[in-house]
């Protein structure tokens, strides 16, 4: 399908795997609106984009992982203030209702608007710090010895 038509609401619940109720009522009640085409009243279609597909996506797994609605609503809001539209530039990490957002080198509690914000250490960078520095340490000992041995 043209990416610049959109998918009609059916489709759109058939590919995120929800029912065209629940994508009805997300829409009705300014969850995820179409931005394509909104239901302007009687006989009109919703058109959903790719992007609203992913969000829509994104709400399902959140639900599916045992959020209430409610609070999928603050999780969905707070996502988007940080990684504005593209959501898919982050991840989201679930332990019970707790949701935390891993945006690059940062933890944010979306579920507490922002609160307990957290520094993540890239394990990866620590390695090679540690590589560098035995690195410049071995080449400083060996230094040290050819300058010994040459004085002795």
């Known amino acids: 399908m043209d990416q610049e038509q959109g998918h009609s609401g059916t489709r759109a619940a058939q590919i995120v795997g929800i029912t065209y109720r629940q994508l009805d009522y997300w829409a009705r009640t300014d969850l995820v609106r179409p931005s394509i085409a909104d239901a302007s009243g009687s006989g009109s279609r919703r058109r959903y984009s790719y992007q609203d597909l992913l969000e829509l996506r994104m709400i399902k797994n959140l639900l599916d ?3 209430r609605l409610e609070t999928v609503r603050d ?6 203030s940080y990684v504005g539209r593209d959501i898919t530039a982050a991840n989201l990490v679930i332990s019970g209702t707790q ?3 891993c ?3 940062e933890l944010v509690d979306v579920v507490r608007r922002g609160q307990g914000v957290l520094n993540v250490l890239p394990l990866a960078n ?3 710090e540690i590589d560098e520095a035995m ?3 071995e080449m400083s000992a060996r230094r040290s010895h050819t300058v ?5």
Request: proline content about 0%.
């Open 65 to 67: 992982a045992g959020i």
């Open 75 to 80: 999780v969905f809001a707070n996502v988007r």
């Open 99 to 101: 949701v935390v957002l």
């Open 103 to 105: 945006n690059g080198e």
């Open 126 to 128: 620590v390695k090679s």
């Open 135 to 137: 690195a410049v340490t």
């Open 148 to 152: 010994a041995a040459s004085t002795a």
